[in-house]
C-alpha cells in the first residue's frame, strides 16, 4: 500500500514568531482530529526547522521537512545546507527539483539526480518536483516532458534508491496561480508516471510509490483531486499558510 502524503511547502515565507503560530494552530486542528493514516510533512524553511521539529514531536502522522538540501556531503559551501545537518535533526523528507530552484536558481536534473542520491543514502526521503510548463503544455509535450525529467533522473537510481522517493508532478504554470490541471489530465500525467516507473522498476515498486499532486490546491479542489485514482496526496504551496485551509485539505482526503 502506497503511503497517502500532504506536505506543505511554506516557501521563503513567515518569520519565526509567525511560523510558530502556524505550527500551533495546526497541532490544535489536529489534537482535535488526526487522520494519522494521512502523513502530514510541514516543508519549513531552514532557521525554524528543530523549533518546529521541538513543538510536533510525538503527534503521529505528523512530520517536518526541509525545502531544498546540498548535493554535497560537507565543505567549503557556503550558505548550504547538507543532507546529514538535517538528519541530525531527525528531518526525513525533503523536497527536491521544486521548479522554482530549477527555474531562479539554475537547477538542472544531474545535480538534482546528486541530491537525491545523498538524501537516500542517508535513508532520507526525497520529495521530487517535476512539470510542464505552459508552452510545453500548450505544444502538447507535457506527458514527454515529465517523463524526460523522470529518466534524466529517478531511472537513474537503483531498486533499492527508488522505494525512498516520493514523487510530486507539479505543473509549473499552476503553481500559484489559482489554476490546477483538469482532473483527466491529472489523471492522465499520473497515470504516465506510474507506467514509466513500472516499465522502469517493476510492478510492485510501480504500485507502491506516491505521486502527489501540486499546483493552486486549496480546500475547494482538493477532494476531486484526491479522489484520482493515480494521486495519492499533495504538495501544498499558497493554501499551507493558513491553519484552516491546510487542515480542511488535509480532513478533504479519505
Ligand atoms: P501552490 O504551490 O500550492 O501555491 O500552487 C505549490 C508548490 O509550489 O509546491
Avoid at 538535517?86 to 538542472?108: A, C, N, P, Q, W
Wanted: with cysteine; net charge neutral.
Amino acid at each position: 500500500m502506497r503511503s497517502k502524503i500532504i506536505a506543505a511547502n511554506w516557501k521563503m515565507n513567515k518569520d519565526e514568531y509567525e511560523s510558530k503560530k502556524l505550527t500551533f494552530e495546526i497541532l490544535k486542528h489536529l489534537n482535535k482530529n488526526n487522520n494519522t493514516s494521512i502523513n502530514k510533512i510541514l516543508c519549513v524553511p531552514f532557521p525554524f526547522l528543530s523549533t518546529i521539529i521541538n513543538m510536533c514531536s510525538g503527534i503521529e502522522g505528523l512530520f517536518v521537512g526541509a525545502q531544498n538540501c546540498s548535493s554535497n556531503i560537507d565543505g567549503p559551501y557556503t550558505g548550504e545546507v547538507s543532507c546529514l545537518m538535517l538528519k541530525s535533526l531527525s528531518v526525513r523528507y525533503t523536497i527536491v527539483g521544486h521548479s522554482e530552484r530549477r527555474d531562479l536558481f539554475g537547477e538542472s536534473e544531474s545535480l538534482i539526480l546528486e541530491k537525491i542520491k545523498r538524501l537516500v543514502a542517508e535513508n532520507m526521503i526525497p520529495i521530487y518536483c517535476c512539470g510542464e510548463s505552459l508552452e510545453e503544455r500548450n505544444k502538447g509535450f507535457h506527458i514527454k516532458k515529465v517523463l524526460n525529467q523522470i529518466e534524466d533522473s529517478i531511472f537513474k537510481l537503483s531498486t533499492k534508491e527508488v522505494k525512498n522517493v516520493i514523487i510530486a508532478y507539479e505543473p509549473i504554470w499552476a503553481i500559484g496561480t489559482g489554476k490546477t490541471a483538469d482532473l483527466e489530465d491529472i489523471q492522465e500525467i499520473h497515470l504516465a508516471i506510474r507506467k514509466g516507473i513500472r516499465s522502469k522498476f517493476g510492478r510492485s515498486i510501480s504500485k507502491n510509490i506516491s505521486i502527489l499532486y501540486g499546483g493552486s490546491i486549496n480546500a475547494l479542489n482538493a477532494k476531486q483531486i484526491f479522489d484520482l485514482s493515480d494521486v495519492d496526496g499533495g504538495l501544498v504551496g499558497g493554501a499551507s499558510l493558513n491553519s484552516q485551509d491546510f487542515i480542511d485539505i488535509v480532513n478533504s482526503f479519505n
